[in-house]
Structure formats: C-alpha cells, structure tokens
C-alpha cells in the first residue's frame, strides 16, 4: 500500500500505465477505489495514471481540520512534488472536481488540462433554484424508496444529507450492497472526528473571479439529471477556456456507474487538445449521439461573471 508524506500528512495513492501524467481525483466520502471500477484500467492504456485517498479518506491520514478545496490543492501540489510529476492532466469529480479548479488556481504550472465531472462549486451554489430542476421531486421519490426523505431546504446540506444516510439501509452506491458497510464506517468517522463535509461545502477563495483567472483548457461535463447543470452557464461565461456536456439519462454520478463514457470523452479532449497548435485554441466537437448531448464547442467568453 503505497503511501507518502505530503503537506505534513500521509497519503495513501495508486499509479498504473505509462505516458503522460493524468491524476484522478475521488469526491468526499469516497475513494481511490471508485476509479478501480473502470475509469483508471481503461486510462492507464495510454498515460500514467495517478489516483489518490484525500485526506482523511480511504487510507489516508485524517487531520481533525484541513478539508476545503484549497488545503486539498495544496495536498496534491505536495503529493505530485513527491511523487515527481511536474504537471499532469486532473481529472475530478464532484467535490474532487473542485480540487482540480482551485488546484490550476494556485498551482497553475502543475495542471495541463482539467477534466471537471459534475462539479459543485461553492461558489456557483447561489446561482441554482432547485425550484427550476425539472428531476427534484424524481429524485426526492428515488432517495425516499431508498428510505432516505430529504425536504427541499436541506437537498444541498451536505452533512444533513450523509447523517441521515447514515440511517437509510436501502441506500446504496449502485446497489453494491457489499461497499455499505465500510462506506458507512467511513461517513461515520469523517462526521464525528472532522469537518470535512462542512469544510467541503465552503468557498475557500475559489470564488467566481478567481474560477475566471483559470487558463487551461478545461472540459465540464455534467449528467443531464444533475441540479448543478445549472451552473453551466455560470462557468461558460467565466472560464475561457471551457466547453461544458452533459450526459445522457444520467445523474451526478455518471463518471462512476458509466466510466466507459467518461473515459471516451477525456480521450477524446486530451488527444484534440495535443492536435492543436496552442494546445488549447480553436474549436472541436464533443458529440456522442449514444450518450452525451453537446452544448458548447466553441471558446467561451472571456469576460467574467459579476
């Protein structure tokens, strides 16, 4: 179980493949092991994949403090100077995703490109009205089957939201019944011992302006069910250098129960990226007619949202 010291803690990761740096980044309350599923053996084909615990999660240390998308970047900035990868390709999802923006924020020379799996910025949280999701009341009747209810002023709370998961025995990942167990236990210690979820949920000083300072190129897909495809907009008219999809008949875990999609599209964007002569002008297409419908294919304007 490989495992070093980085910005002071223990961090437990997993390299496969050879080729170009790319690192993958879980969400909280997950793991490295999500990427096991199908994202990391189909990547590891054409680059060197890096996947890692976030601290305080899987086998990493746990601090009782430490969890916004800044100290994580600054987690991953210490891991990859361990690890020796100068920059690489982030790929993120969910909170993960996070980290991978604020990590080309303020590390800006370690990332190459960003991948951002159904983000859910902080900072873009006042721009959605759940009122205007057409799949709330869906996915309050699919959760409440679950046994878990979840009322409309507490469907972005994310520390009510796993607390009372925490009671909800029909609720599983994908129906692997066997991952419960150990996920719990692991919810469980993050809720009682640290501030991760509520840290999570925090700003941090990724705020709109500074997601605007980002320049790599940087590719957003978001499932089609997904409340934060709201904030597709918000992105397209801060980052530059952004084209958003979306997924089809998929929810905000498309990059772990369809990853042979997710894998398509970053191959797909890392090898257009590597055609272009600036590495990241011009145009190209993200249209997969059995999956994803396209809504952007073009450079996004370059002046920030206010």
């Avoid at 020796?84 to 924020?105: D, E, M, Q, R, Y």
């Avoid at 507490?154 to 994908?174: G, T």
């Avoid at 957003?220 to 801060?238: D, K, N």
Wanted: net charge positive; glycine share 8%.
């Amino acid at each position: 179980m490989p495992k070093v010291v980085a910005n002071g803690i223990e961090i437990h990761y997993q390299q496969a493949g050879q080729g170009q740096d790319l690192v993958l980044i879980h969400g909280v309350t997950g793991d490295l092991s999500a990427w096991y599923i199908g994202v990391m053996p189909l990547l590891a084909k054409e680059f060197r994949v890096t996947a890692y615990d976030l601290r305080g999660h899987g086998y990493s240390e746990a601090t009782p403090s430490g969890y916004t998308s800044a100290h994580m970047a600054a987690d991953l900035d210490a891991l990859m100077e361990n690890l020796g990868i100068k920059k690489a390709h982030i790929v993120g999802h969910s909170f993960g995703a996070s980290i991978a923006l604020h990590t080309a924020a303020l590390y800006p020379d370690r990332v190459a490109s960003l991948v951002l799996a159904d983000p859910g910025l902080a900072a873009l949280q006042p721009f959605i009205d759940l009122t205007q999701w057409p799949y709330l009341r869906d996915s309050q009747a699919l959760l409440k089957k679950r046994g878990l209810s979840i009322p409309d002023d507490k469907f972005s709370d994310l520390v009510y939201i796993a607390r009372q998961s925490l009671s909800a025995p029909r609720l599983f990942p994908f129906g692997l019944r066997k991952l419960a167990e150990r996920s719990n236990r692991r919810l469980q210690r993050l809720l009682d011992t640290t501030t991760a979820l509520t840290e999570a949920q925090e700003v941090a000083g990724l705020t709109v302006e500074r997601i605007a300072e980002v320049r790599q190129p940087t590719l957003v897909i978001f499932g089609e069910t997904s409340r934060w495809l709201q904030t597709a907009p918000r992105l397209q008219a801060a980052m530059p250098n952004c084209r958003v999809a979306t997924v089809k008949k998929a929810a905000h875990f498309f990059a772990l129960s369809k990853p042979k999609v997710l894998v398509r599209h970053v191959r797909k964007f890392l090898k257009e990226l590597s055609g272009a002569s600036n590495g990241c002008g011009g145009s190209f297409t993200l249209h997969d007619a059995d999956s994803e419908r396209h809504l952007s294919g073009r450079s996004c304007a370059s002046e920030p949202a206010r």
